[in-house]
Nanobody, 122 residues
Framework: VQLVESGGGLVQAGGSLRLSCAAS????????MGWFRQAPGKEREFVAA????????RYGDSVKGRFTISRDNGKNTVFLQMNSLESEDTAVYYC????????????????WGQGTQVTVSS
């Protein structure tokens, strides 16, 4: 599976962005998918994940209530709607395929994309 993220950019604090993750290759709708982010000098952080059916979304504590993960299996695409952005949300955002259902660690996911930069100006 190859994953390509898009939708990143520069936005002012309080603004919104919608990230997309398009899957190609050996795709299947029954994979769970997740989003992580990594800021300079920090470890990769769990942001959100969603089951293959689109149900059971789960979120990292720092984004809960502001970010929403969704998917369109017909288009092999996963989305991350980010609202009320803060400067602390500045990072490279990655999507990945869930290897171990329910996990929140980077080792629970695989087939990482190249990432898309999100910069929030205060």
């Amino acid at each position: 599976v190859q994953l390509v993220e898009s939708g990143g950019g520069l936005v002012q604090a309080g603004g919104s962005l919608r990230l997309s993750c398009a899957a190609s290759g050996r795709t299947a709708p029954w994979f769970g998918m997740g989003w992580f982010r990594q800021a300079p000098g920090k470890e990769r952080e769990f942001v959100a994940a969603i089951s293959w059916s689109g149900g059971m979304p789960r979120y990292g504590d720092s984004v809960k209530g502001r970010f929403t993960i969704s998917r369109d299996n017909g288009k092999n695409t996963v989305f991350l709607q980010m609202n009320s952005l803060e400067s602390e949300d500045t990072a490279v955002y990655y999507c990945a395929v869930e290897i171990r259902p329910g996990g929140r660690g980077a080792s629970d996911f695989g087939s990482w994309g190249q990432g898309t930069q999100v910069t929030v100006s205060s």
